[in-house]
């Protein structure tokens, strides 16, 4: 696909209101400009200082009349089958993000003090959409993440199970750059690469074109603008890695060994078909997001991982 550069401009510039008529396919395509010149820590910094949202802007007054009018309950199950690992991977990231800061580089300090403020807002975007729309209630946060969780798919379980193991460690040994690799590669190429964007995609898809939703389009495609910062400072940050020391690819492939594996491990399905999605053109999407992942920092695959890319099953767990 390819999005012209007055298109890509409006992304880059436009506010909460304008997001909400915004294509997202524009805006995934947006988050792999440029591919071949990543932008530095400061520039993507300045980039979050103009892009920020007030997620208390947003109006779900239409969403819930949607949500109980006009979506069946096939299409309801199967969007928080997989919006609610989005929901809880916010959460996570809040905790877990900050001991990655110890070790890297101090503009890229200043870029992660942006990305986990996001992440916050990001957080209540999605408590406000679970307890105004979807109708769970609670008293805190947690009460909205606790009564969300059975909808989760082991599809994030297994990512953000990886994520917490090297969270710790790298509590314990922050300039470890083998870590810092193992970390970038389960976190900013695949959770954030391939698993958000993916959910975005299908999500963001199902609202445009059953006009459904306009509060979470707008919400969620603003996160997915801020979505393409983390992405390209992550890249930036494994292509640094990468170029101190190529040897650091292997702690890449392993990683990804290790996240194509818990990928294969099926128990039950989710049905995207009513979101307008065969299990078929989803397995695509992640293989596709993987790739283009890879393509930003000039890594290329093995025949195994080739191999396991493209049998990739995403669909591990439902409601």
């Known amino acids: 696909m390819t999005v012209s550069d007055t298109r890509l401009a409006r992304i880059e510039s436009d506010d909460l209101a304008g997001l909400g008529r915004a294509d997202i396919d524009d805006v995934i395509e947006y988050v792999h400009v440029p591919t071949a010149r990543l932008p530095g820590y400061r520039p993507l910094y300045d980039r979050y200082l103009r892009q920020r949202w007030n997620v208390n802007d947003l109006d779900f007054a239409e969403d819930r009349a949607d949500w109980t009018g006009r979506m069946s309950d096939e299409s309801r199950n199967s969007f928080l089958s997989i919006a609610s690992g989005f929901h809880h991977g916010e959460r996570q990231v809040e905790a877990e993000l900050a001991p990655l800061l110890f070790g890297v580089p101090e503009d890229y300090k200043v870029f992660l003090t942006s990305h986990l403020e996001d992440e ?3 957080t209540v975007f999605f408590d406000r959409f679970y307890r105004e729309v979807v109708g769970l209630e609670g008293d805190g ?8 969780w059975p909808f989760i798919q082991e599809t994030f379980v297994g990512p953000f199970g990886l994520l917490a193991y090297l969270t710790d460690d ?3 040994d922050p300039y470890d750059k083998h870590l810092q690799m193992k970390y970038a590669t389960t ?5 954030e690469g391939v698993l958000a964007l993916s959910v975005m995609k299908i999500t963001l898809n199902y609202a445009r074109d059953f006009r459904v939703l306009p509060g979470f389009y707008t919400g969620f495609t603003a996160t997915c603008r801020d979505e393409a910062r983390h992405v390209q400072a992550g890249m930036r940050f494994v292509r640094d890695l990468l ?3 190529p040897a650091y690819v292997r702690d890449l492939h392993d990683t990804l060994r290790t996240l ?3 990928s294969a491990a099926r128990s039950s399905r989710v049905y995207y078909e009513p979101l307008g999605w065969s299990e078929e053109r989803v397995s695509e999407l992640f293989g596709s997001q993987l790739r283009r992942k890879l393509a930003m920092v000039g890594v290329s695959l ?3 991982l080739d191999e396991m890319v493209a049998s990739v099953k995403p669909t591990l767990a439902g409601g």
Do not use: G, V
């Open 302 to 304: 093995p025949e195994d």
């Open 141 to 148: 946060i947690m009460d909205i993440l606790d009564a969300s």
């Open 260 to 262: 194509l594996t818990m």
């Open 243 to 245: 170029t101190e020391d």
């Open 187 to 191: 976190y900013m190429i695949w959770i």
């Open 170 to 172: 790298l509590r314990r």
């Open 120 to 122: 916050a807002r990001h």
